[in-house]
């Protein structure tokens, strides 16, 4: 299955509400990086967290990283309707992947103002 | 604005039309790739150029032809496009350096084939 798996597929909250979504990888990594893509627009780099580190926080942005489970989450605090959009988080940087990224599948996050 | 430019940032063609998208970086990176995305199905990454070579053909039909003729443009040569080719095409670039590779992107390309 894909390096790089989030769930839940898809996540419908109503404004002022916390947003949680997990991502899912199988192979060492380096770091771990969590993007944002708005309807049919390219993907906007939001957050990159490395292999030693195990929370990083960007605004209203809070990314975990578990190395032994090899997971992260993304937690959105306070959401706004603007927040709506689909993340993806990837994974790479290893020695062996060289300059390739390999991106989930994605949730698709609906805030309802 | 990312500093990533595609264009067209739409077309339509059919099967036995040649049409090229364009990609063009205006941040000094040093490597470059074109990714598909089809409805529903992840990210799928087709080629990397790195310093102007290519370092990876993610096994993409002959009928997509990439060149990259400077480390700040990169083409994408369709030919003989089938219709399952439909999707969202899009150009990214990055600087690579100590494992840290954040890509930016175009705004991609709506590719449809009737």
């Known amino acids: 299955s894909q390096q790089g798996e989030e769930d839940p597929q898809a996540l419908s909250i109503q404004e002022g509400e916390n947003a949680t979504m997990n991502c899912s990888y199988k192979?060492?990594?380096?770091?771990l990086q969590w993007y944002r893509q708005n309807s049919g627009r390219g993907l906007v780099h939001l957050i990159l967290?490395?292999?030693?580190?195990r929370e990083k926080h960007s605004g209203r942005l809070r990314v975990t990283l578990d190395t032994s489970k090899k997971s992260s989450s993304l937690l959105i605090t306070a959401s706004r309707a603007a927040d709506t959009a689909s993340y993806f988080c990837a994974t790479g940087g290893s020695e062996t992947s060289g300059s390739r990224l390999t991106f989930g599948e994605g949730t698709q996050l609906t805030v309802n103002p | 604005e990312t500093g990533v430019t595609q264009t067209p940032r739409h077309l339509v063609m059919g099967m036995t039309n040649k049409k090229s998208l364009k990609c063009e970086q205006h941040?000094?990176?040093?490597?470059m790739y074109w990714y598909k995305q089809s409805a529903k199905k992840p990210l799928e990454l087709m080629f990397v150029?790195?310093?102007?070579?290519?370092?990876e053909n993610n096994s993409v039909p002959s009928r997509f032809s990439p060149e990259c003729p400077n480390s700040s443009h990169l083409f994408l040569h369709l030919h003989t496009l089938q219709p399952e080719d439909s999707a969202l095409y899009l150009c990214?670039?990055?600087?690579?350096?100590?494992?840290?590779?954040?890509?930016?992107f175009g705004a991609g390309t709506r590719l449809s084939v009737l």
């Open positions: 967290i490395r292999s030693n580190e």
């Open positions: 150029y790195n310093f102007k070579e290519q370092t």
């Open positions: 941040l000094g990176h040093n490597a």
């Open positions: 192979t060492s990594i380096n770091n």
């Open positions: 990214a670039s990055s600087q690579v350096m100590g494992g840290k590779n954040i890509q930016y």
